[in-house]
């Protein structure tokens, strides 16, 4: 059934490895490469194509006629009715504060008195691009950090492409099946599906946490990656539970890259001119990972955007936990910058044929990454960084 994925992507293996030195083909599975990372130790990545059916952009007609924030507001609210999300599904709220509903609400207040209306409209033409779901995650985000605006317009005025890369949605914990609820919503409702490959669909991690990862193309090209998390243990200190409890189902961090055409073909925007683009704004970054995958993929968490308004008794409550939980739950929102290697143009047709999509050069968003996954080594390296204390 996924023979043409698994054909892709010997023929990518096979490119890649003649081209960039320290990538090799894996012997044992022609369709995953070997890198050197830079602690001497080795890995191998799976390349092979997420294999799902092309969906249509459902909310298209909402935000493609948005020029104001008023506008924007209005639209979020719509596509916000049509599908359910997660204060919709039963007890998904039972452990979460009456604080995280005031929280989003504060989000909208402040934008009401601080965004303004180019703001809008360049939010609004970033999530006309995406589905329901992640244009209403977006928002929220976009709307919370004053480094996710700027990045909107580093962009527009540097002539980049920017891309919807993931973005990460914090659960309560695996007593209770709190991510295994939001992910049958997601399946059952807004179309996402685990890939064929079991090994890119579930995480469980040594810090006390697991991640289920869900993929979606839209018709446009618009790749969509959804990270779920939750906390392996219920009352531990292990952050992701609380971190559910005090702001709900926002995004933990919308991931976003960038891409730009040199010489007629789309290439990457490097990781290192995201950054300094950034820090000439002002905007300081954490630890960047990379060296897990050979640059394949690089990302980066900018300095949070910090929250100091949670109650007194939401304080106490996380102290009787761990007395370093308050502080780092301040860090209430983080924007990811990634970086992706573009495949060449001559496997692009092919990549987009797998989801019958007729690649076109001219089409920003017909982006076409060398690897389309995480590598849940580096995924806990940089999701590690968002409890540093800034």
Not at 237 to 242: F, R, T
């Amino acid at each position: 059934m996924f023979q043409q994925h698994e054909e892709f992507a010997v023929q990518l293996v096979n490119d890649m490895s003649s081209r960039f030195t320290g990538l090799r083909t894996t012997p044992e599975n022609q369709r995953q490469i070997t890198l050197s990372c830079s602690t001497q130790e080795s890995s191998s990545i799976e390349l092979t194509p997420f294999a799902v059916e092309a969906k249509t952009a459902d909310e298209k007609q909402l935000f493609n006629t948005v020029h104001t924030l008023d506008e924007l507001l209005t639209a979020y609210t719509q596509a916000r009715q049509l599908k359910p999300f997660e204060e919709d599904l039963a007890h998904a709220c039972d452990y979460v504060s009456d604080y995280a509903t005031e929280f989003l609400a504060e989000i909208f207040n402040h934008a009401r008195q601080q965004v303004n209306d180019e703001d809008a409209r360049r939010i609004a033409e970033f999530v006309s691009s995406l589905d329901l779901y992640t244009a209403v995650k977006s928002i929220e985000s976009l709307l919370n950090s004053q480094a996710d605006l700027i990045l909107l317009k580093i962009a527009e005025v540097q002539g980049w492409t920017l891309h919807f890369d993931h973005l990460a949605i914090r659960c309560g914990c695996a007593e209770r099946e709190d991510a295994e609820r939001v992910v049958e919503n997601l399946c059952g409702h807004h179309g996402y599906l685990p890939c064929q490959i079991n090994s890119e669909n579930y995480f469980q991690f040594e810090d006390g946490w697991d991640a289920y990862v869900l993929y979606k193309m839209l018709e446009n090209g618009q790749q969509l990656r959804l990270f779920i998390d939750q906390s392996s243990v219920v009352n531990s200190p292990q952050i992701i539970q609380h971190w559910n409890y005090v702001y709900g189902y926002t995004a933990h961090h919308l991931a976003l890259r960038a891409t730009h055409i040199i010489h007629e073909q789309r290439r990457e925007v490097s990781l290192l001119d995201l950054i300094s683009a950034m820090v000439h704004s002002n905007i300081r970054v954490m630890t960047a990972t990379g060296q897990f995958t050979s640059g394949l993929l690089e990302q980066v968490f900018t300095r949070p955007q910090k929250n100091s308004n949670i109650p007194r008794q939401i304080r106490q409550h996380l102290k009787k936990h761990h007395a370093s939980l308050v502080a780092s739950i301040e860090n209430g929102k983080l924007l990811e910058l990634v970086s992706r290697r573009e495949m060449t143009e001559l496997f692009k047709p092919a990549y987009f044929a797998l989801y019958d999509i007729e690649f076109d050069s001219e089409n920003p968003l017909h982006s076409a990454p060398v690897y389309p996954y995480f590598l849940p080594v580096q995924a806990a390296h940089v999701i590690r960084t968002s409890v540093q204390v800034s």
